[in-house]
């Protein structure tokens, strides 16, 4: 098959823009509400746009290297930011932050390499959901058809509605409240609110309404049922131990949440990983097999990936890399070579569960997380056994997970766009090379754009960082004598998450349509509630609009695009007013109305069905 000349000058510095873009706006994403979303669809939309007169495969290789900073950005913030939140850094330090990013994230390509004939080409059972559609996605543009608009229009709903919650200041970022409820001599508290968030409604429709669902139960079980009951049984926390003063029911719900409540999700999230790795060893064995055998082949005659000796020599260039970062940061020599072997050893095998679970069930079901803790949990006993403590301990761990988080992120993301290039019959030596270029675009974005982010919001105030606190935190109970972690709550959020497997594999013996997942409710528990209602919101739309046309929306559907553009407007212009906020600029002070906060939602989440209701 004759493929046109898909890597051009013009391809790649497209393809540059569009990963600073992505990278930037995700990197606030996944500190506001502890997720990201996959940048594929949108990419491929904008390089139809700017490449309208060309070929399918230059379209390709700008969509494959744009969303790469996506992955990377992911995988930075909910490790490396823990470093920040839990005032180890006293900013990002732009070497340090640059490397995690460019190892994890070269990692994360190059061991694609030899998966790649074994899992996309040769295993039919595996669908890569994202891969297929984006190719459904460019295939379209070659017909003339185009959903710039939405992306277009979703962005300057979502730019707006920032620049008046940031600058002018007229929206409020929650509304919410807390109400206590006495029984007898006893009394407990109630929570209820909502974040005001384009970002987050555009992201229940991207994920869906299953998955928001049990986001949203997982928030349910934390804030309507757990933190009640909590506060039932511990009648000291209502006074301020200093003062004698009651303490507000707000703050009595947010302090048991962040003190207790939250780590039921780290257990649920555990076990979530666990399960998610059991399921797939088995497969990923033998898919490992195959792979190094048809890696030391070659097919048709010629390769159609990265030659192996470029493969061995920018992973043994990556490798001198990182084990000279751990050499830098780790306390002592020894636990440095233990951190570069763990992390050799958990990347590899990470990147391949990664790819397999991206293969059958989509990215966005993908439990990054539950991978990240038990590399965590392994990191810290082996760098306990070289007798690493304290600071350094906890810096060394966080590392080793950041390179691991970005890996197994990018391995991910990169199957998907493999699949999407053999769907159309792309050159995957291409597109594996221009991921490489765009991970190093995307490693020397990041540091700077974290500094600015959090000189602006401050991360863990401002920009909750869920991720990075919850990693930050099981770190810190390794090396820190004084650190508190409520092992109970872990327990029984593991007991939570075995609960919801049994429940799931009855649901699954009985043939349901609705399946319970650990991951997505384990992270509903740990996030704070406010910010699952808008995306469930987002879920019920879709459900709405899906119902209404008879069958469920395709990845280019208009309300998908539209959705995309509300996140990617948010968060940019997040990001364009961190610079006069980091400089000390504050906004028009203009009084934050609730009501009129709920109203601009409320007419959102109205556009946004009008929109998704087209047929385009």
């Not at 399918?56 to 470093?83: C, D, M, P, R, Y």
């Amino acid at each position: 098959m004759t493929r046109e000349k898909d890597f051009t000058v013009g391809v790649v510095v497209l393809t540059i823009v569009l990963t600073v873009v992505m990278t930037q706006a995700n990197l606030y994403l996944a500190l506001y509400a502890g997720m990201t979303v996959s940048a594929s669809i949108p990419a491929a939309v904008l390089a139809a746009l700017v490449l309208r007169r060309r070929g399918l495969h230059q379209k390709n290789i700008v969509q494959t290297g744009a969303s790469a900073g996506e992955a990377l950005a992911a995988g930075v913030a909910f490790t490396i930011s823990a470093l920040v939140l839990k005032e180890i850094w006293p900013s990002f330090h732009f070497w340090p932050t640059a490397l995690v990013a460019i190892s994890g994230g070269v990692i994360g390509v190059l061991f694609m390499v030899p998966l790649r004939r074994s899992f996309i080409v040769e295993s039919p059972e595996l669908a890569y959901p994202e891969g297929q559609a984006c190719a459904s996605v460019l295939e379209a543009t070659e017909k003339g058809a185009s959903g710039s608009r939405y992306i277009l229009g979703g962005g300057i709903v979502g730019a707006v509605f920032k620049f008046f919650l940031q600058g002018v200041i007229i929206f409020k970022g929650t509304v919410e409240s807390a109400a206590s409820v006495s029984l007898g001599k006893l009394k407990t508290v109630f929570y209820g609110g909502t974040d005001i968030s384009m970002a987050l409604l555009g992201v229940g429709v991207i994920i869906g309404p299953r998955i928001a669902a049990m986001v949203f139960l997982g928030g349910a079980l934390a804030w309507i049922w757990a933190i009640p009951i909590y506060a039932f049984y511990h009648p000291e926390l209502w006074v301020n131990p200093e003062t004698g003063e009651t303490l507000a029911s707000l703050d009595i719900a947010w302090t048991i949440w962040d003190s207790q409540i939250r780590y039921l999700g780290v257990g649920a999230m555990l076990v979530g990983g666990l399960w998610a790795i059991f399921q797939v060893a088995g497969k990923i064995r033998l898919a490992l097999r195959q792979a190094i055998a048809s890696f030391r082949q070659k097919q048709n005659g010629e390769r159609e990936d990265i030659s192996g000796r470029t493969l061995l020599v920018l992973l043994g260039v990556v490798g001198i890399v990182v084990l000279t970062l751990y050499l830098w940061q780790a306390p002592t020599w020894e636990s440095a070579l233990a951190s570069w072997v763990v992390m050799l050893g958990t990347a590899f095998f990470f990147v391949a569960v990664s790819v397999y679970i991206c293969g059958l069930v989509g990215s966005t079901n993908n439990p990054v997380s539950g991978m990240i803790i038990c590399t965590l949990l392994l990191a810290s006993v082996v760098l306990l056994l070289f007798g690493a403590t304290g600071t350094e301990g906890t810096l060394s761990a966080l590392i080793i997970a950041g390179v691991v988080c970005c890996a197994a992120a990018l391995g991910g993301d990169t199957s998907q766009d493999l699949k999407t290039g053999h769907l159309i019959g792309a050159s995957p030596r291409n597109q594996q090379r221009i991921q490489l270029i765009s991970v190093l675009v995307a490693a020397v974005v990041i540091p700077p754009t974290l500094n600015l982010l959090h000189r602006a919001y401050v991360i863990g105030e401002g920009l909750k960082a869920p991720q990075a606190n919850m990693f930050g935190s099981l770190a810190e109970m390794f090396f820190q004598p004084g650190s508190e972690i409520p092992w109970l709550m872990m327990i029984l959020g593991a007991v939570i998450g075995i609960v919801i497997i049994l429940v799931d594999q009855f649901l699954k013996a009985y043939g349901t349509n609705f399946r319970l997942h650990p991951m997505p409710v384990a992270v509903g528990i740990y996030l704070p509630f406010s910010l699952a209602v808008p995306m469930l919101v987002g879920g019920i739309v879709r459900a709405v609009v899906d119902r209404k046309k008879g069958h469920p929306a395709e990845r280019s559907d208009p309300g998908k695009l539209f959705a995309a553009g509300l996140i990617a407007g948010e968060a940019l212009m997040g990001i364009l007013l961190a610079v006069p906020i980091g400089l000390g600029w504050q906004g028009w002070a203009v009084y934050p109305s609730a009501v009129l906060s709920l109203f601009f939602m409320a007419g959102a989440v109205y556009t946004l069905y009008r929109v998704a209701m087209n047929q385009d």
